[in-house]
């Protein structure tokens, strides 16, 4: 069985950084996207940036690039969004999840979710 369980989330002052990690068990990950996602009070879940297990490419919402930067550690089977520059509106529930690398996929195993709240 899939886990994927998240840590790193909360409270911090708009200018501060986070960093948010997503620890993947029970099944291999070579040919998977990681991603991570968010979702704000009242709104959709919304991307925010992923990279491939095996090929390291990465892609980023626009609201944030240049401030959050997604990688991996292939040998503790995590990958982690380091988050600078924090703004209030990047408030939300963060959540990791996993998909094959295959145009059309869907992300299939997903983490529980971890809160972060920047204040003004």
């Given at each position: 069985?899939?886990?994927?369980?998240?840590s790193?989330?909360?409270?911090?002052?708009?200018?501060?950084?986070?960093?948010?990690?997503c620890?993947?068990?029970?099944?291999?990950?070579?040919?998977?996207?990681?991603?991570?996602?968010?979702?704000?009070?009242?709104?959709?879940r919304?991307?925010?940036?992923?990279?491939g297990?095996?090929t390291?490419?990465?892609?980023?919402?626009?609201?944030?690039?240049?401030r959050?930067?997604?990688?991996?550690?292939?040998?503790?089977?995590?990958?982690?969004l380091?988050?600078?520059?924090?703004?209030?509106?990047?408030?939300?529930?963060?959540?990791?999840a996993?998909?094959?690398?295959?145009?059309?996929?869907?992300?299939?195993y997903?983490g529980?979710?971890?809160?972060?709240?920047v204040?003004?």
């Amino acid at each position: 069985q899939v886990h994927m369980v998240e840590s790193g989330g909360g409270l911090v002052q708009a200018g501060g950084s986070l960093r948010l990690s997503c620890a993947a068990s029970g099944r291999t990950f070579g040919n998977y996207i990681m991603g991570w996602f968010r979702q704000a009070p009242g709104k959709q879940r919304e991307f925010v940036a992923h990279i491939g297990w095996s090929t390291s490419s990465t892609a980023y919402a626009d609201s944030v690039k240049g401030r959050f930067t997604i990688s991996k550690d292939n040998a503790k089977n995590t990958h982690y969004l380091q988050m600078n520059s924090l703004k209030p509106e990047d408030t939300a529930v963060y959540y990791c999840a996993a998909r094959l690398g295959r145009s059309g996929s869907a992300y299939e195993y997903w983490g529980q979710g971890t809160q972060v709240t920047v204040s003004s």
